[in-house]
């Protein structure tokens, strides 16, 4: 166990994630003590516990059947290979039934020289630094480095050379090179992005947008479009950008070569080493192209989660005397992030939350609408925020056809029932949500009408998942999957391609 937390994690957060791995277990044996009626369905206590799911460890043989393939060329494939012998699961009805794609993705990585440019975006006069970021990286966030992130125009521009930076962070898989050992090119820029002033900047502008957006998201996409819904992330920023962000680099497959929208269901920070990298990813990606960007809220977007779940530590660990300040502005951004989606395609229709129902609800999405979604754990009256617990915080279950008490204390279990009512009286397909493990990256239940989608492979450093992005074609009849192996186990055998015969220019078409 020591041995994977010194690999996966910084040893900032090793100690407190052992803490909590240890109040995991006893909250799980807890869980299961518990009696059903000690509680009634909607009691919520005031400190909720955090998932008991545990993925059982990922056998010898499904590690081995990811393979990493060094291509003649010098182009490095990782195919995340499934194989149904590999299953860690034994296979139900529910999922046999599962669409499965199996995963194919390009390395993204180029050669450590590429480091020399862009140049630095310069500060103005008054060393504000922000508007004169715009012309330089203007509808190009990998500046000189390559083909941009997206196609469309950005919305502000200020934050082009943020989106730059940490996309620059996962490139060269530096995220876990202490300070002392980046260049001073690095170290400058760490300082200048990683500041109190530039995340109040990039909150002061991701704020608006998300006020002005619905409890529901309504996102409609056409036939051209793809959406990528993608489940909890939890601070494993490598993963995100291998295997999540690369649905948009690989979009010369997209009809059209349209970019790719992408909706997170939450849970982005906390657990893992670094999520100070993917929010604020997010939030830049979110103010410079908002409809390209959605974001739902997890129970991780919260101040008394993510004050004890690692994202609090990591912020002062690496932004020192400022840590506490940015933590709580980012929070206060939480506080705005809109509660779920309805998601409209040509030929679907779903819903999409972090967590699942609540009988709050009453199958009347109406009541979802009216609420005050900032007020949440706080001026909200109880059944509104009942709604909001369970949205944020309920699983599917079987073990009741309609409602039950969460052993995570906050939240409840919804059964089959729930989950048809409300969809047939709601038109939708089926409800799409992320926040539990599950060894395949996602997992139908329900017959169909639940699926959960986990996006943070080998969850935790331990759990031997795999993780995977559910991706709607506006074409398409019925959803994809794409999983993928843990990037940092992949990179154990991972070696640098040779220098100059990468063919770095085409791996962000
Ligand atoms: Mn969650």
């Known amino acids: 166990m020591d041995k994977v937390l010194s690999r996966y994690f910084t040893k900032q957060t090793q100690n407190s994630l052992q803490k909590e791995l240890s109040s995991h277990k006893l909250a ?21 516990k955090e998932s008991t799911t545990v993925a059982p460890q990922r056998s010898p043989a499904a590690k081995d059947a990811g393979p990493l393939v060094a291509a003649a060329a010098g182009l490095t494939t990782l195919v995340s290979h499934i194989d149904p012998r590999d299953s ?40 504000q630094g922000v508007s004169s970021e715009a012309p330089a990286f203007a509808g190009s966030p990998m500046g000189a480095h390559g083909t941009p992130f997206y196609s469309a125009p950005p919305s502000d521009g200020r934050f082009l050379g943020l989106i730059d930076f940490i996309l620059m962070r996962g490139q060269h898989n530096s995220c876990d090179r202490s300070f002392e050992c980046c260049t001073t090119a690095e170290q400058e820029k760490i300082k200048r992005y990683f500041s109190l002033r530039k995340i109040e900047s990039l909150c ?13 998201l309504d996102i409609h996409i056409d036939e051209s479009e793809t959406l990528v819904v993608v489940g909890d992330i939890h601070g494993q920023f490598s993963d995100m950008f291998a295997s999540v962000l690369c649905q948009q680099y690989s979009r010369e497959l997209n009809p059209n070569r349209e970019d790719r929208r992408f909706l997170f269901l939450g849970d982005l920070v906390d657990r893992g080493p670094h999520s100070l990298d993917v929010i604020l990813l997010v939030f830049a990606l979110k103010v410079e192209y908002p409809r390209l960007v959605y974001i739902t809220r997890g129970n991780h977007e919260e101040s008394k989660t993510s004050r004890v779940y690692g994202f609090l530590t990591e912020m ?45 609800i009453h199958d009347d999405i109406n009541t979802i609408e009216e609420l005050e979604r900032q007020e949440y754990c706080g001026k909200l009256t109880g059944e509104q925020e009942d709604i909001v617990n369970g949205l944020l915080w309920s699983d599917p279950t079987t073990d009741t056809g309609l409602y039950k008490r969460n052993p995570r204390g906050c939240g409840v279990l919804f059964g089959p029932a729930a989950s048809s009512t409300f ?83 085409s791996c962000f078409m």
């Open 28 to 48: 799980s044996q807890e869980g299961v003590a518990a009696g059903e009626s000690v509680l009634s369905p909607l009691t919520v206590n005031a400190t909720p």
């Open 316 to 360: 002062e660990s690496k932004l020192g005397s400022e840590g506490n300040a940015a933590w709580s502005k980012i929070n206060s951004v939480f506080r705005q992030i809109p509660l779920c989606a309805a998601v409209q395609t040509p030929h679907m229709r779903f819903f999409a939350t972090h967590g699942g129902l609540s009988p709050a």
């Open 88 to 127: 860690l699961m034994t296979p139900d009805s529910e999922q046999s039934k599962s669409p499965v794609r199996n995963a194919s993705r390009t390395d993204i990585f180029r050669p450590e020289e590429d480091d020399a440019s862009p140049p630095l975006p310069q500060q103005d006069a008054a060393g």
């Open 423 to 505: 969809c047939s009286r709601n038109g939708y397909n089926f409800i799409c949500r992320a926040h539990q493990v599950v060894n395949d990256g996602f997992l139908w239940r329900h017959q169909d009408k639940v699926v959960t989608v986990f996006s943070a492979p080998n969850y935790c450093g331990i759990n031997g998942n795999l993780g995977a992005v559910m991706v709607i074609e506006g074409t398409a009849t019925k959803p994809a999957f794409v999983q993928y192996e843990c990037f940092e186990d992949l990179m154990d055998d991972w070696k640098p391609p040779p220098t100059g015969n990468f063919p770095y220019s």
């Open 204 to 216: 002061d502008a991701v704020t608006p947008l998300l006020i002005a957006e619905p409890n529901i």
